[in-house]
């Protein structure tokens, strides 16, 4: 009997009908079952060959020239965090992101744990993603990996936003943050290698078409932050994807079903 995506998404359609669209990273409605969910909107997970996240390889991976990437992230004095049920979300509807002689626009940056990115096959406790767009609707993510501080250090601004966690560890909940100063982070990403790919949205509908930029700098995170952390997003990382241009892994295996 052969088998296509669509043949193999239809055996769980009973399940998914009540998710609709919603998605998680749990069973039916987790990463292997996006496609399902929505097989319109969600085509590009199951069959897109420029997926996110990757396996960094540092030996081929290209890399942004020194001082042609820069992070622009005006002081705030509280914005809005929110427990999307999928993610923790800053929403930060300003600052810019400069890449060669591309301006783009700052949306919002979230968190996921463990890492998405992994580096020569390593994976870190943390990652942000700040998701930047232009105005004619393309996306460019910048992101930070964190590793666990043996000082029990946590890098700015991150410290202070992290205190506000245990406020909004119910989905659906919100707060609003203290003063939030992005200095630090832009210095940063200035003074570190950055790695450059052409991927996707690592969320449905896993649009792919985004540029990402992946410090190669690691950022510090305590003990503690790191725990108020998990306990609230849990995991929320989708499974590592192909390596650009390489064949979508689940078509991959739809394909090897069929044989």
């Known amino acids: 009997m052969k088998f296509?995506?669509?043949?193999?998404?239809?055996l769980c359609a009973t399940v998914l009908?009540?998710?609709?669209?919603?998605?998680?990273?749990?069973?039916?409605?987790?990463?292997?079952?996006?496609?399902?969910?929505?097989?319109?909107?969600?085509?590009?997970?199951?069959?897109?060959?420029f997926q996110s996240p990757i396996n960094i390889d540092t030996h081929h991976i290209s890399h942004v020239p020194a001082g042609a990437l820069s992070i622009d992230i005006p002081d705030t004095n509280g914005t809005l965090?929110?427990?999307?049920?999928?993610?923790?979300?800053?929403?930060?509807?300003?600052?810019?992101?400069?890449?060669?002689?591309?301006?783009?626009?700052?949306?919002?940056?979230?968190?996921?744990?463990?890492?998405?990115?992994?580096?020569n096959s390593q994976y870190f406790p943390l990652e942000v993603h700040f998701v930047f767009q232009t105005p004619a609707g393309s996306t460019a993510v910048v992101g930070f990996l964190f590793e666990l501080s043996e000082s029990n250090e946590c890098f700015?601004?991150?410290?202070?936003?992290?205190?506000?966690?245990?406020?909004i560890a119910q989905p659906g909940s919100s707060t609003t943050t203290g003063p939030l100063d992005f200095d630090?982070?832009?210095?940063?990403?200035?003074?570190?290698?950055?790695?450059?790919?052409?991927?996707?949205?690592?969320?449905?509908?896993?649009?792919?078409?985004?540029?990402?930029?992946v410090s190669e700098g690691y950022l510090p995170l305590d003990v503690r932050s790191y725990n108020l952390l998990k306990k609230v997003i849990k995991f929320n990382a989708?499974?590592?994807?192909?390596?650009?241009?390489?064949?979508?892994?689940?078509?991959?295996?739809?394909?090897?079903?069929?044989?």
């Open 184 to 213: 630090a982070l832009a210095n940063f990403l200035e003074s570190h290698a950055v790695y450059q790919y052409l991927g996707s949205l690592t969320t449905p509908p896993c649009t792919e078409g985004v540029k990402w930029f």
């Open 156 to 167: 700015s601004p991150f410290q202070s936003l992290f205190r506000h966690v245990p406020q």
């Open 4 to 10: 296509t995506i669509a043949a193999l998404s239809s």
């Open 81 to 119: 965090f929110k427990n999307k049920g999928t993610t923790l979300e800053v929403d930060l509807p300003y600052g810019t992101l400069t890449a060669g002689n591309s301006s783009y626009t700052l949306a919002q940056f979230h968190f996921h744990t463990p890492s998405e990115h992994r580096v």
């Open 17 to 49: 009908a009540a998710s609709g669209s919603d998605y998680n990273y749990n069973e039916l409605t987790g990463p292997l079952n996006w496609y399902s969910l929505d097989p319109k909107n969600n085509a590009a997970c199951a069959h897109s060959k």
């Open 238 to 259: 989708r499974y590592t994807q192909n390596h650009p241009g390489g064949e979508n892994l689940l078509m991959h295996e739809s394909q090897a079903m069929a044989q």
